[in-house]
């Protein structure tokens, strides 16, 4: 395994953006692996923080299953995989991480006081780094789509500049007009702020909201230090269209279940879900200029 401090070392170097997709399962997983070694491409696969969150607490055994899971896939790929458990808020839960198998993990502490946001990403650098592993860390909020964008949420590049100072993060997550989980191109990036941070900050950025990102300015924030793409909402709205459509033509009432499902061939309904997110990951991929390894 790939870590992502290395991984994002050559992404700034050659001027590429490296694809972090959010998987939710085994096949999601896997598609993501698949596409990135038919594009032949470093890639980082992971899970979202809230995959494991229930709402009687925190499910620490579907943490576990999932980080054995992606890291004995990450190890097993031909390309270089890192493998990170995003936007954790909790500091128990991202200990666990840290602990569990993943190789890098994301705090994010960006609705805390500045100082705060500080404070605790700190303790999760210095835990981490006990066992080599590398934490992004978050300065600004990063709005949903749907939430109205307030000006305060941007992040300050003087505060992005001080928070890498003091808490040592290999990678920051920056708001500069992307959305979360917007799915058609609505975000409006401020290109010039995301300049300044990147003058102050010599950490690579990090781009969430990769669905709704408009495709004709990855090449502008490229060259302005960001290095990383967080993609989620797109995979699972192509798995699903996919899933759909295919069951549209199924008529359940003579249908044979054991093709249908967990078969792994033509017929498998979740196999035609899991290659079309395949697709849509290496047309990331290609439009992120990831270089062939
Ligand atoms: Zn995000």
């Known amino acids: 395994m790939i870590s992502i401090r ?4 050559d992404a700034q ?3 590429y953006i490296v ?4 998987a939710w399962d085994y096949g999601s997983l896997n598609a993501t692996v698949r596409a990135a070694e038919e594009m032949k491409s470093a890639i980082i696969i ?5 995959s494991f969150e229930t709402p009687v607490g925190w499910d620490e055994v579907k943490l576990a299953s999932f980080a054995s899971v992606g890291k004995i896939m990450a190890q097993n790929s031909s390309v270089p995989t890192a493998f990170i458990l995003n936007e954790v808020e909790d500091l128990g839960i991202i200990k666990k ?8 993990v994301m705090f994010d502490g960006s609705s805390l006081s500045l100082e705060e946001n500080i404070k605790l990403t700190r303790k999760v650098v210095k835990e981490a780094a006990k066992i080599g592993i590398d934490v992004e860390g978050q300065v600004g909020r990063i709005p949903s789509t749907g939430e ?9 590049p003087e505060e992005a500049a001080y928070f890498v100072e003091k808490t040592g993060v290999s990678a920051l997550a920056i708001s500069v007009g992307n959305i979360h989980m917007a799915t058609d191109e609505e975000s409006s990036i401020d290109l010039g702020l995301l300049e300044e ?4 900050t010599s950490v690579p950025l990090v781009m969430h909201g990769g669905t709704g990102f408009p495709d004709t300015l990855v090449k502008e924030v490229i060259n302005r230090g960001v290095c990383k793409f967080n993609v989620g909402t797109i995979l699972k709205e192509v798995f699903l269209r996919e899933v759909k459509k295919t069951l549209e033509k199924i008529d359940l009432s003579k249908a044979d279940f054991q093709e249908l499902l967990g078969s792994n061939n033509q017929a498998d309904v979740f196999r035609k879900g899991y290659f079309a997110v395949k697709e849509v990951v290496k047309e990331k991929l290609k439009l992120y200029s990831s270089p062939m390894i």
Not at 6 to 9: D, P, R, V
Request: no cysteine; charged share 30%.
């Open 148 to 156: 109205r964008i307030e000006k305060n949420f941007l992040t300050s």
């Open 46 to 50: 992971g899970f979202g923080g809230r």
């Open 6 to 9: 290395e991984i994002l070392k």
């Open 97 to 104: 991480g840290i602990k569990l198998g993943f190789n890098s």
């Open 13 to 15: 170097d050659r001027k």
């Open 19 to 22: 694809g972090y997709f959010e």
């Open 197 to 200: 941070i990147n003058r102050l």
